[in-house]
C-alpha cells in the first residue's frame, strides 16, 4: 500500500508540472495570437479557445467517467445544456441575479439530476448504458424544446448577461478567456487529485473489473455514481460558462451530436489519459478551421471543392478514421510514448556520456 | 465447472421463455389498441409495424456485427442511405430497371461495407470497442460527406415496386409498399436466424466473437468471421434502405435517423439476436405511432426513450438479449 | 513501429509545406488594386437547413461575379467571404465573430434560420456591425434590433396572407395545425395561434412531428378525429410530402395548406399526386407572371432566373432570392457609404424602393422588414403545377 502511495505521489508532482508548463503556454495565448495576421491565419483563435473551454470542462469530466470509471454515457450534452439553462433561466428572469452564482448554480443543477438518474441508470453495462445514456441525452433536448414557458422554446434564449463577479464585468472574449481557462486548469488540479490517490486507485480496479473491485471491498456502484456526478457538475458548469460566452443559447446547441463530440474528444485525445481530454478538445476544436485554412495556404486544393462546404467534412471524417488507426489509444498516449521514447533515447546518450568522462577519468 | 454449464442451459431456456412473452406483449398491445380505439387503433398497429420494420432491418445489421465482432457499427444507417440514394441514381437517373438498379446498389453498398472492414477495423485488432465505436462514427461522417456532394441535400423519390394506390380494410388503409417491407422483414430475420443458429459458419462466427482461441480450434477466424459479419451487414443495410425509400423518401441525411432507432430496437431487443431486432424495431414503431397519436406529438420521442429504458432497468441485457458483463 | 514512424512524419512534412507556401503566398500578394470591400455571409451549408443556405450561397456567388464584372463598387471589387453555421446557432455565433475580428467585414449576411440569425445578432449588435439575414422568424425584427434586418416575407406576413385567404376564400372557421418540432414550424405555429383570432378562426389541434419521422399517420389519426376544417403544415420538406401523401392514405378528405417553406417543385416531385390541392402562401418571383409585365421588378426576376439557370441549370426558389436580395442591399448601401459600418448601417435603412427579387424593399428606423404583405400570393397545386390565387394578380407599387 505504501509503495502505491508513493507512486502516486511522483505522479502527482509529474502532472503537477505539466499543468504548470500548460498554464503558462495557455495564459500566454491571448497576447501573441493576435499579433499573427487573419490574412494568414484564417481563425480566431481566442474565440476557439473560449469556445475549447467550455467543451473542455464537459471533457474532463467525461474522461474521468469513460476513462477512468469505465462507464460510457453518449448523453453528457444533457448536462451541458442543463447548465446552460439553468443560469440563463435565473439571468435572464431576474436581472439582479448574480451570473457568477448562476454558473454555480448551473453545475449543481447538473450534478442533481446526474445524480437522479445516475443511480438507477448505472446498474446498466457497456452499451446498455450507452443506450439509456442516449436516450437521457433525447429526453433532455425534447424537453428543452417543448418546455416553452421555461426554456423559450425551440427559439431558446436571448440576451443572457456576460459573467461578473463582484463587479468585474468578463465581457469581452479577452477576458473570458482567462476565466473560462482558469476554471478548466482547477477542473484539471481537481482531476489529478482525485486519480492520483486512494479513489483513482479504486477506479482503476474498477475498470479493470468489476467483480475483482467488488471483492476487493470496493463499493463499485458509489464510485461510479460520485465519477458520474462529478462528470456531471463539470459539464454544468461548461454548459453555463458556455451561455455566458455566446449570450444565446437554443436546444440545437445541445442535441445528440454534441455528446458525441464529448465521447469523440475523449476517446480521440486519450481516454483513460489525465491530459486526454484537454488534448482532445483542442484538437477537434482547431482540425476543422485547419482544414477550412488549407485551400487559403495551398493554392493547390481546387476551388470548386470547397465550395458548398462539403470538403471539410469528407477530411474530417478521413482523418478521424485515420488517427484511431494509427493512434488506438488516443494523441495524448501518442504523445506520452513520443517523449518517453525520446527520454530514453537522450538518457541513453546521457548515460554514453557520462560513461565515456569516466572512462576518460 | 458444472454450475456454468446449468447455468447456460436454464439461460438458454429463459431466452425461449422471453421470446415468446415478447411476442405477446407485442401481441397484447396491438390487441388493446384495437379494443380502445377501433379503426383508428388498427391504423395505428399497421403503420407502427411499418415503421417498425424499417427499424428492425436496420437493428438486424447492429446485431450481426455486433454478435461476430462486439463492435458497434454506426455506420450502419448511413448503409440503407446509400442504398436508396443509389436505387435512386440506378434507376432514375441512368434509366435501368428496377431489379437490376437493386441488384447494382445492394453490390456497391456490400463492397464498401467490406472494403471498410478489410481497410480499416481489419487493421485494428486489439483496439478498444471504444476506439471502434469512434472509427465508425468517422466513417459515417465521412459517407454523409460525400453522399452530399454527389447527390445534394434535396430529398429524392423512389417509385413504389406496386404502386401506391393504399388498400382499405376495416376503416384502416395500407400502402402496397408495406407488403415488401413486412415481407422482406421476415425473410431476412428467418435467414439470419438460421444462418447463426443452425450453420456451421454462423456458429463459429459467435463463437469467435465470445472466445476468439476457441473460435480457431473450430477452423473460424475472427478476420474472417469480422468480414463476413460487416459484408453481410452491408448487404442487408443496403437493401433494406430501397425497400424503405418509397415509404419515406431518401435523403444524404437520413442515415442519422435510421442508425439511432436502429441502435434504440437493438438494444431494446436485445443486442446480439435477430428475433430480439426484430422485436424491438416492431415495438419501437408501434409505440411511436401511439404515443403520437395519444400523448401530445412532441413528447412522443421521449416517451419512446423512457420506455427503452425502464425496460431496460427492469432487463438489463434487452427483451432477448443474453446477460453478459461488458467492458468499454 | 515502421507504421508509428509514418503517423509522426506525415504530419510534420504537411506542417512545413503549410508554412512554406503560406509564406510565398504571402510575399506574393498586395498588388496596386484598390482595396477590396469584404462582406461576410454565416449560411447553413450543411445540417438539416442546408437547403436553405445553400441556394442562397449561390446566388451571392452570382452576384459577386456580375458585380466584379461590372467593374465593382467605384472601382473596389466585392468580396463575399461564406461561412457555414452547420445550422447550429452555437456555430453561426463563433463564424461570425471570426468574420468581424478577423477577416474585418464591413457587413454581414445571414444566417439562413431564425436561429441562428438571433446568435449572430448577437454579435453584430454589441460590434455594432449591420446584419442584413434570410430568415423569417418575427424575433428577428420585433422589436427592431439597431443593426439588423431582413430580406424574405417575415413568418407574419406569410402567415397573415394565408389567414385571410381561410378567411375570405374558404371561409373556414376551425382548423388544424401540425407542426415541425424543429424552430422554423414551431415559431410559424405559435405565429398562427396568436394571429388567428384576427381573423376569427379557432386552432382546434395543434401538433408536431420531427423532420425525419418516418410516418405522420398517428397525429393525423388524431386530427381526423377532430373536426377541423383545414390542415395547416408548417415545415419544410420533406416533412411536408409526407403529411400529404399520409393525409392520401388516410382518406383525409379535408384541404392541405402549407407555409412557404415548401416553395420550391421538389415538393410537388416528392408528393406526386398528393400535392394536388396544397395550398400555401409565396413570393411572387415564384409565378413571375403574377407580377406586372414590364415593371423593373418583373425584369429583375426574369434576369435573375436566367442567370441562375445559364450557371447552375436549376430553377430559382425563394432562398436563392434571400440572397441575392441580401447581398444587393449591402452592395446598394456601399455604393454611397463604402465600408464605414456606422455609415453602412444609416444607408441600408435609408434604403427605399430597392427593386430586388423578392420584392420592392424599403426600411425605415421603425421597421426592418422592408416587403409588406402584398409582395406575396397564395399558390394552389393544381395537375402537378404552381397556379396563383385569380384575385391577387392586381399590380403592386
Redesign the interface.
Known amino acids: 500500500m505504501e509503495k502505491l502511495e508513493k507512486i502516486d505521489a511522483t505522479e502527482k508532482g509529474r502532472n503537477y508540472r505539466i499543468l504548470l508548463i500548460l498554464s503558462v503556454f495557455i495564459f500566454t495565448v491571448p497576447f501573441w495570437a493576435g499579433l499573427i495576421p487573419g490574412s494568414i491565419l484564417h481563425m480566431d483563435i481566442v474565440n476557439l479557445m473560449v469556445l475549447a473551454g467550455t467543451y473542455a470542462c464537459a471533457v474532463i469530466g467525461l474522461n474521468l467517467l469513460v476513462g477512468y470509471a469505465g462507464q460510457i454515457s453518449l448523453g453528457h450534452a444533457a448536462f451541458f445544456g442543463i447548465g446552460a439553462y439553468t443560469t440563463a433561466i435565473l439571468c435572464t428572469r431576474m436581472a439582479w441575479f448574480p451570473t457568477w452564482l448562476g454558473v454555480i448554480l448551473g453545475g449543481l443543477v447538473a450534478g442533481i439530476i446526474g445524480w437522479l438518474v445516475g443511480v438507477p441508470v448505472l446498474r446498466l453495462k457497456g452499451h446498455y448504458l450507452a443506450m439509456a445514456t442516449l436516450g437521457l441525452g433525447e429526453i433532455a433536448f425534447i424537453l428543452f424544446t417543448q418546455l416553452k414557458g421555461l426554456t423559450g422554446g425551440t427559439l431558446g434564449i436571448l440576451n443572457i448577461p456576460s459573467l461578473s463577479i463582484f463587479g468585474l464585468e468578463f465581457d469581452t472574449e479577452f477576458k473570458l478567456y482567462f476565466l473560462i481557462w482558469a476554471v478548466v486548469m482547477l477542473m484539471m488540479l481537481l482531476s489529478i487529485n482525485i486519480i492520483c490517490s486512494r479513489v483513482g486507485r479504486a477506479l482503476r480496479a474498477l475498470h479493470s473489473s468489476d467483480d475483482a473491485a467488488e471483492a476487493m471491498g470496493i463499493n463499485t456502484a458509489r464510485y461510479k455514481t460520485m465519477i458520474f456526478v462529478l462528470s456531471a457538475v463539470f459539464a454544468g458548469i461548461g454548459g453555463a460558462l458556455f451561455a455566458h460566452f455566446l449570450n444565446y443559447i437554443d436546444p440545437a446547441s445541445f442535441t445528440f451530436f454534441l455528446s458525441i463530440l464529448f465521447i469523440t474528444m475523449v476517446v480521440i485525445g486519450g481516454m483513460g489519459n489525465i491530459w486526454g481530454g484537454l488534448v482532445g478538445v483542442i484538437f477537434l476544436i482547431f482540425l476543422p478551421e485547419v482544414i477550412q485554412g488549407l485551400p487559403h495556404w495551398i493554392p493547390l486544393v481546387p476551388e470548386s471543392l470547397t465550395n458548398f462546404g462539403n470538403y471539410e467534412l469528407v477530411v474530417y471524417g478521413l482523418l478521424l478514421i485515420l488517427f484511431m488507426m494509427y493512434m488506438p489509444k488516443g494523441i495524448a498516449f501518442g504523445l506520452s510514448r513520443g517523449t518517453s521514447y525520446a527520454k530514453t533515447k537522450f538518457g541513453h546518450l546521457r548515460d554514453r556520456i557520462s560513461a565515456r568522462k569516466y572512462e576518460g577519468h | 465447472m458444472r454450475k456454468v454449464v446449468f447455468r447456460g442451459m436454464k439461460a438458454d431456456e429463459k431466452r425461449n421463455r422471453v421470446l415468446w412473452c415478447s411476442i405477446a406483449v407485442v401481441a397484447l398491445v396491438i390487441a388493446l389498441a384495437l379494443s380502445l380505439k377501433g379503426s383508428k387503433g388498427l391504423q395505428w398497429v399497421i403503420s407502427g409495424l411499418t415503421v417498425g420494420s424499417i427499424y428492425a432491418l436496420v437493428a438486424m445489421g447492429f446485431s450481426i456485427i455486433y454478435a461476430s465482432t462486439r463492435v458497434i457499427n454506426f455506420a450502419q444507417g448511413e448503409f440503407s442511405m446509400l442504398g436508396g440514394m443509389l436505387m435512386y441514381t440506378f434507376s432514375s437517373q441512368v434509366g435501368l430497371p428496377a431489379w437490376l438498379s437493386f441488384i447494382l446498389a445492394v453490390t456497391v453498398v456490400t463492397a464498401l461495407g467490406a472494403g471498410f472492414e478489410r481497410a480499416v477495423i481489419h487493421r485494428m485488432e486489439g483496439a478498444s470497442v471504444v476506439a471502434l465505436i469512434i472509427v465508425t462514427i468517422g466513417f459515417s461522417i465521412f459517407i454523409r460527406a460525400v453522399a452530399k456532394w454527389i447527390w445534394g441535400t434535396d430529398p429524392v423519390k423512389i417509385a413504389a415496386f406496386l404502386g401506391e394506390e393504399p388498400l382499405r380494410f376495416l376503416g384502416a388503409s395500407i400502402v402496397p409498399q408495406s407488403f415488401w417491407v413486412f415481407g422482406f422483414t421476415a425473410v431476412a430475420v428467418i435467414l439470419v436466424f438460421l444462418f447463426f443458429n443452425r450453420t456451421l459458419p454462423g456458429k463459429g462466427m459467435r463463437a469467435a466473437a465470445g472466445n476468439p482461441d476457441a473460435a480457431s480450434l473450430v477452423g473460424v477466424s475472427t478476420s474472417t468471421s469480422s468480414l463476413l459479419a460487416w459484408t453481410m451487414a452491408a448487404a442487408l443495410g443496403a437493401a433494406a434502405g430501397i425497400i424503405i425509400a418509397p415509404i419515406n423518401f431518401a435523403a444524404y441525411s437520413f442515415g442519422v435517423m435510421l442508425g439511432l432507432k436502429g441502435f434504440a430496437a437493438a438494444i431494446l431487443g436485445g443486442l446480439g439476436s435477430a428475433p430480439g431486432a426484430v422485436v424491438g424495431g416492431l415495438i419501437l414503431g408501434v409505440l411511436e405511432i401511439m404515443t403520437a397519436g395519444a400523448f401530445p406529438s412532441g413528447y412522443k420521442d421521449a416517451v419512446a426513450f423512457l420506455i427503452i429504458i425502464l425496460v431496460l432497468l427492469v432487463r438489463p441485457q434487452g427483451l432477448l438479449g443474453k446477460p453478459e458483463g461488458e467492458k468499454v | 513501429m515502421v507504421?508509428?514512424g509514418?503517423?509522426?512524419k506525415l504530419p510534420v512534412v504537411l506542417l512545413c509545406?503549410?508554412v512554406a507556401?503560406?509564406l510565398v503566398?504571402?510575399g506574393c500578394?498586395e498588388s496596386g488594386e484598390k482595396e477590396v470591400y469584404n462582406i461576410g455571409a454565416v449560411l447553413s451549408?450543411?445540417g438539416?437547413a442546408?437547403?436553405l443556405g445553400?441556394p442562397e450561397?449561390r446566388s451571392l456567388?452570382l452576384l459577386e461575379e456580375q458585380i466584379n464584372a461590372d467593374g465593382g463598387i467605384d472601382g473596389h471589387q466585392v468580396s463575399f467571404i461564406i461561412e457555414?453555421d452547420e445550422?447550429?446557432?452555437?456555430k453561426a455565433?463563433?463564424a461570425v465573430?471570426?468574420l468581424i475580428?478577423?477577416?474585418?467585414v464591413a457587413a454581414i449576411i445571414g444566417g439562413s434560420t431564425?436561429?441562428s440569425t438571433?446568435?449572430m445578432a448577437?454579435v453584430t449588435e454589441k460590434s455594432k456591425i449591420p446584419q442584413v439575414c434570410c430568415a423569417g422568424?418575427t424575433?428577428v425584427t420585433q422589436p427592431v434590433k439597431e443593426y439588423v434586418y431582413r430580406t424574405p416575407p417575415s413568418d407574419a406576413m406569410a402567415i397573415e396572407k394565408l389567414l385571410g385567404y381561410v378567411e375570405n376564400e374558404l371561409k373556414i372557421k376551425k382548423i388544424a395545425v401540425l407542426h415541425d418540432?424543429?424552430?422554423y414550424g414551431?415559431?410559424g405555429a405559435?405565429e398562427l395561434q396568436s394571429k388567428c383570432g384576427d381573423y376569427g378562426i379557432e386552432i382546434i389541434a395543434r401538433?408536431?412531428?420531427?423532420s425525419?419521422d418516418?410516418?405522420?399517420?398517428?397525429?393525423l389519426?388524431?386530427i381526423?378525429?377532430t373536426d377541423a376544417e383545414a390542415v395547416v403544415v408548417w415545415g419544410t420538406?420533406?416533412g411536408p410530402?409526407?403529411i400529404a401523401?399520409n393525409m392520401?392514405?388516410?382518406?383525409m378528405a379535408i384541404p392541405m395548406m402549407a407555409s412557404h417553406g415548401i416553395a420550391n417543385k421538389?415538393f410537388i416531385?416528392?408528393a406526386?399526386?398528393a400535392a394536388n390541392g396544397v395550398t400555401f402562401p409565396g413570393g411572387r418571383l415564384l409565378i413571375p407572371e403574377s407580377i406586372p409585365e414590364g415593371s423593373e421588378w418583373r425584369k429583375a426576376v426574369d434576369d435573375f432566373s436566367k442567370l441562375y439557370k445559364n450557371e447552375y441549370d436549376l430553377d430559382i426558389d425563394t432562398f436563392a432570392a434571400h440572397g441575392w436580395d441580401a447581398g444587393l442591399i449591402i452592395t446598394d448601401a456601399m455604393k454611397e457609404a463604402g465600408t464605414d459600418s456606422e455609415k453602412l448601417n444609416q444607408a441600408i435603412e435609408k434604403t427605399k424602393g430597392l427593386v430586388g427579387i423578392d420584392g420592392i424593399y424599403t426600411y425605415s428606423s421603425t421597421d426592418h422588414d422592408g416587403l409588406s404583405v402584398d409582395d406575396m400570393i397564395i399558390i394552389i397545386v393544381e395537375n402537378g403545377e404552381w397556379t396563383f390565387h385569380g384575385a391577387e394578380a392586381e399590380p403592386v407599387n
Request: hydrophobic share 25%; no cysteine.
Open positions: 507504421r508509428r509514418i503517423g509522426l509545406l503549410m507556401v503560406s503566398a504571402f500578394g451549408l450543411s438539416p442546408a437547403p445553400q450561397q456567388m457555414d445550422s447550429e446557432p452555437a455565433n463563433t465573430t471570426k475580428n478577423q477577416d474585418e431564425t436561429g438571433l446568435a448577437e422568424g424575433k418540432a424543429n424552430a414551431t415559431g405559435d401538433e408536431s412531428y420531427g425525419t418516418t410516418s405522420m399517420v398517428g397525429q389519426t388524431k381526423q378525429g420538406n420533406p410530402a409526407s401523401k392520401k392514405e388516410l382518406n421538389k416531385e416528392l406526386g399526386e
